[in-house]
């Protein structure tokens, strides 16, 4: 007699259909007293006094949207000790051990006058560290910045740990221009009991907010009768703005070198560099933004701005549903058989489609209007990503799409 002993496993995998077709429509012809905005081709024109197509005109000022050319942040990074952790630190054995964690801990002790070979620290309260911080071109000694901790080695975890003090360098490596010390921050939580563990947020990264004093200033040359300023977002129609409203306060002494650099002459009525960066950094700017929707495969965020503009197009969207199901028998003779026990498996495969569903977008469909359209097809973030990729591959999304 035999007995056999029935498993099943099953496995569902749903995958989105999202299909897209520009509708070529005849355009609707103008109302009586409206202005015709189509070409001769059928496309949309732009229409007169709101500059380029997918763009959106911002008052701003100066100072937000130029910095001082020559004058940019200094990156710096350092190399320190983390101490006082709940045995999260670096393993100091084996061969995953961090050797250049315990043979700093030894150089650090020899500078307080304790001499202790590096093959006798057992200690896993400490972990090796790369600092960085971004130091302002124009901080001066005293001023302080936040920096950023990360573990070098196969640390646990840094929370709760005190940074040793660390000498930052700049990119060359010759200055020390600050030094930091200070108690970790990393906003997160860790628990482990009988194998299971729970990580909340990342702990082996942790920042220490105002933790570095500035000894050095990164030299900063303003002395010439020059002055550029270089534009965050270079573009050629807001290069031309930036000289517009600067030559309206000092006449002609702007000029746009290209589409992120727009070099001003010292006015007469000036005397030093700083007077000049006060005056312009008060003028107003009216600057276009490019229409823009951003995406994060990785999350399935998407951030699109309110300029953000589609044709005419057709969405349809469908489910499909594929079930894997397997099936496995185990055969087991009885105590006094002489058989032998045996598994057996047996598959089997399902495939559903749902209906399409359509939906089809007027000309000039903004994203409050994709937006109920895509909740009316109970479509998921995941599925509105893949939409608009195929969208912006139709040639209907009037905006850059950027994917992260």
């Known amino acids: 007699m035999s007995v056999a002993v029935r498993v099943i496993s099953r496995t569902v995998v749903r995958a989105p259909i999202a299909l897209m077709v520009v509708l070529g429509l005849a ?51 350092g190399y320190g000790l983390v101490v006082g952790l709940d045995r999260t ?31 006798m620290l057992e200690s896993r309260n400490a972990a090796a560290v790369l600092v960085t911080a971004t130091m302002d071109p124009f901080s001066g000694p005293g001023n302080q910045l936040d920096v950023t901790v990360s573990a ?20 060359s490596g010759d200055v020390n221009y600050a030094v930091a010390q200070g108690p970790l921050t990393t906003g997160a939580a860790q628990a482990s009991s009988r194998g299971t563990e729970v990580q909340v947020n990342h702990p082996n990264t942790g920042r220490v907010p105002n933790g570095a004093i500035v000894r050095a200033a990164p030299p900063v040359d303003l002395s010439q009768e020059q002055l550029g300023l270089v534009l965050s977002r270079p573009d050629f129609t807001n290069a031309e703005k930036v000289v517009e409203a600067i030559n309206e306060v000092f006449p002609g002494a702007a000029q746009a070198q290209h589409a992120g ?75 006094l058989g002489q058989g032998e026990t045996r598994s057996f498996a047996q598959g089997s495969a399902q495939v559903q489609q749902q209906g399409a569903q359509s939906v089809v977008l007027p000309p000039n469909t903004n994203v409050s209007d994709l937006a109920s359209a895509l909740n009316e097809l109970g479509v998921t973030a995941r599925d509105v990503i893949s939409i608009f990729q195929s969208i912006d591959r139709a040639g209907a999304l009037q905006a850059k799409l950027v994917i992260l």
Do not use: C, H, W
């Open 89 to 119: 630190g670096d393993r100091v054995r084996g061969r995953r051990g961090a050797a250049y964690t315990v043979q700093s801990i030894a150089n650090m002790l020899r500078k307080f006058g304790v001499n202790v070979r590096p093959e």
């Open 261 to 335: 650099l727009v070099n001003v002459n010292m006015p007469d009525q000036l005397n030093s560099a700083s007077q000049l960066m006060a005056a312009l950094e008060g003028i107003t700017v009216d600057v276009e933004a490019p229409a823009r929707v951003v995406i994060n495969e990785r999350t399935g965020t998407i951030v699109a701005g309110g300029d953000v503009r589609i044709n005419e197009v057709m969405v349809t969207y469908g489910g499909l549903t594929v079930s894997t199901r397997e099936r496995r028998f185990v055969s087991q003779p009885n105590p």
């Open 152 to 171: 070098l080695g196969d640390a646990r975890s840094l929370s709760g740990g005190i940074l040793l003090r660390t000498p930052l360098k700049g990119p």
């Open 27 to 77: 355009p609707v012809p103008p109302a009586a007293g409206q202005a015709d905005t189509t070409q001769a081709s059928g496309g949309p024109a732009a229409v007169a006094g709101q500059g380029r197509t997918g763009a959106s005109t911002a008052t701003t000022k100066l100072k937000s949207m130029v910095s001082l050319k020559g004058a940019s942040p200094v990156q710096l990074t």
